[in-house]
């Protein structure tokens, strides 16, 4: 293999694996530039010398080699690396999949281009990109309702067990849907109420927090993004 072919390919998957990891970087995710551009660049040279080893080094005689097969274990590498990012929260939410997944797809560009695929890895990095972010602000704008809202989750205390369906009525009649509830009586006879609602695209947290601020017999409120 001539060193131009292998600059080539490292350079490519480089190039590749920085245009993943600057669109994780913009949007605050915890995969970064550093991340991707190892996974992509290591990704690819594994493969070179996968096949490389398989067609060039002394074999004894009736045994043959996989020229990919130092290349499928980067796969199971990736999976731990990706579960490394995947967050439970403590309500109940799953985050990092998206950032799980974009790890798998640095590792399959870096080795597609490893394997000599240049075109269809400049493709899928392309429909990658439209993907995860010229999709979600198409289906924002044009999708059916339920892909224009969003879920956030609110934390209330409430004064009187009596006046948790009066909260729940002024809550919904802000279009705000709830999708679940969990409730639980607290030592000073208060009530606390945990929800996961769903709102609408376009409302910013802040100003969701301002119109919940209005409700009455609540004595404290926390509200959070996913």
């Given at each position: 293999?001539?060193?131009?072919?292998?600059?080539?390919?490292?350079?490519?998957?480089?190039?590749?694996?920085?245009?993943?990891?600057?669109?994780?970087?913009?949007?605050?995710?915890?995969?970064?530039?550093?991340?991707?551009?190892?996974?992509?660049?290591?990704?690819?040279?594994?493969?070179?010398?996968?096949?490389?080893?398989?067609?060039?080094?002394?074999?004894?005689?009736?045994?043959?080699?996989?020229?990919?097969?130092?290349?499928?274990?980067?796969?199971?590498?990736?999976?731990?690396?990706?579960?490394?990012?995947?967050?439970?929260?403590?309500?109940?939410?799953?985050?990092g999949l998206t950032t799980a997944a974009?790890?798998?797809?640095?590792?399959?560009?870096?080795?597609?281009?490893?394997?000599?695929?240049?075109?269809?890895?400049?493709?899928?990095?392309?429909?990658?990109?439209?993907?995860?972010?010229?999709?979600?602000?198409?289906?924002?704008?044009?999708?059916?309702k339920r892909l224009r809202r969003r879920?956030?989750?609110?934390?209330?205390?409430?004064?009187?067990?009596?006046?948790?369906?009066?909260?729940?009525?002024?809550?919904?009649?802000?279009?705000?849907?709830?999708?679940?509830?969990?409730?639980?009586?607290?030592?000073?006879?208060?009530?606390?109420?945990?929800?996961?609602?769903?709102?609408?695209?376009?409302?910013?947290?802040?100003?969701?927090?301002?119109?919940?601020?209005?409700?009455?017999?609540?004595?404290?409120?926390?509200?959070?993004?996913?």
């Open positions: 293999m001539e060193y131009g072919d292998a600059l080539l390919k490292l350079g490519l998957s480089a190039v590749l694996g920085f245009i993943i990891g600057l669109e994780r970087e913009l949007r605050r995710k915890p995969l970064g530039l550093k991340t991707c551009l190892v996974i992509s660049i290591i990704s690819c040279l594994l493969t070179i010398v996968s096949i490389q080893a398989a067609y060039t080094l002394p074999k004894p005689d009736h045994i043959t080699m996989d020229p990919m097969r130092l290349t499928a274990q980067i796969i199971s590498g990736i999976g731990f690396l990706g579960g490394g990012v995947i967050l439970r929260r403590g309500n109940e939410s799953i985050a974009m790890i798998w797809g640095a590792a399959g560009l870096g080795i597609a281009v490893g394997a000599g695929f240049y075109m269809e890895s400049i493709l899928g990095m392309v429909f990658l990109i439209i993907s995860v972010e010229i999709i979600p602000l198409v289906t924002a704008l044009f999708g059916p879920d956030i989750g609110l934390k209330l205390v409430v004064n009187d067990i009596q006046n948790i369906p009066v909260v729940l009525t002024e809550i919904r009649a802000m279009d705000i849907q709830l999708n679940n509830m969990k409730l639980k009586m607290l030592d000073t006879g208060e009530h606390f109420v945990q929800m996961r609602l769903s709102v609408n695209q376009k409302l910013r947290t802040a100003d969701v927090y301002y119109e919940l601020q209005k409700i009455r017999n609540v004595r404290g409120m926390e509200i959070e993004s996913f």
